[in-house]
């Protein structure tokens, strides 16, 4: 798996790895005002709730895809031997995540807890963010 | 105002998300900078050629020095 990944990226795994992170991060951060359009917290002229709700779970689909992807990639690659906070954050962001999207397909009662998952998330993805790709960029 | 069909509105979400997308791509790899590791292979690469051509060239005076210095031995008094 390592050397797939090294191949992959042609030895450029913490660059592609910061990268598609950082693509991640900037998404997480669109998607609260999508969430709020759907939710009519906000209402705005040329985005109606549906299209907005409908574009939220595209891009979630594809934060999903690539939280996925950078998660593998630091796992087989650096394992824990960095671990520490990351790590941490790392693991809690995964278990919301599965958690989120168990409570969108499950739907319910227990869609009340969406919000408060998505700003749990946005927290996580932020810490895990910064505790790795913002340190290699010099911002965390 | 009339609103856009809810088609065009979701594909102008999508393309803002794509767009969001595309500047953190561009500013990551600009932070980067010549640091990636196939620049820096064929840096070293371009690097280990001059010193091999060096060393041939080196190589080939020393030789040049020991015919020089063998022929001047044989045409000495003996």
């Known amino acids: 798996m390592e050397h797939l990944i090294e191949d992959l990226t042609r030895g450029n795994v913490t660059e592609v790895k910061v990268v598609l992170a950082s693509v991640v991060m900037a998404l997480a951060l669109y998607q609260p005002l999508l969430a709020a359009v759907a939710y009519g917290r906000v209402r705005l002229r040329l985005l109606e709730a549906d299209p907005a709700s409908w574009t939220h779970r595209a891009v979630g689909g594809t934060i999903l895809v690539l939280t996925v992807l950078v998660a593998v990639a630091c796992l087989s690659f650096y394992e824990f031997e960095d671990g520490g906070a990351h790590a941490v954050f790392g693991i809690a962001l995964l278990a919301v995540l599965a958690l989120k999207v168990l409570v969108v397909r499950m739907g319910g009662g227990l869609s009340r807890l969406l919000p408060y998952l998505g700003v749990l998330l946005l927290g996580l993805f932020t810490a895990t963010w910064l505790s790795s790709a913002g340190d290699f960029l010099g911002v965390g | ?78």
């Not at chain 2, 803002?16 to 690469?45: C, D, K, Q």
């Open chain 2, 1 to 78: 105002m009339r609103r856009p069909p809810h088609w065009a509105q979701a594909a102008g979400s999508l393309l803002i998300a794509l767009a969001i997308a595309a500047v953190a791509i561009a500013v990551v790899t600009a932070h980067f900078g010549p640091t990636a590791s196939a620049e820096l292979e064929a840096r070293e690469e371009r690097m280990e050629q001059r010193l091999e051509f060096r060393e041939e060239r080196r190589e080939q005076r020393e030789e040049a020095a020991e015919e020089r210095a063998e022929s001047g031995g044989n045409s000495g008094p003996g």
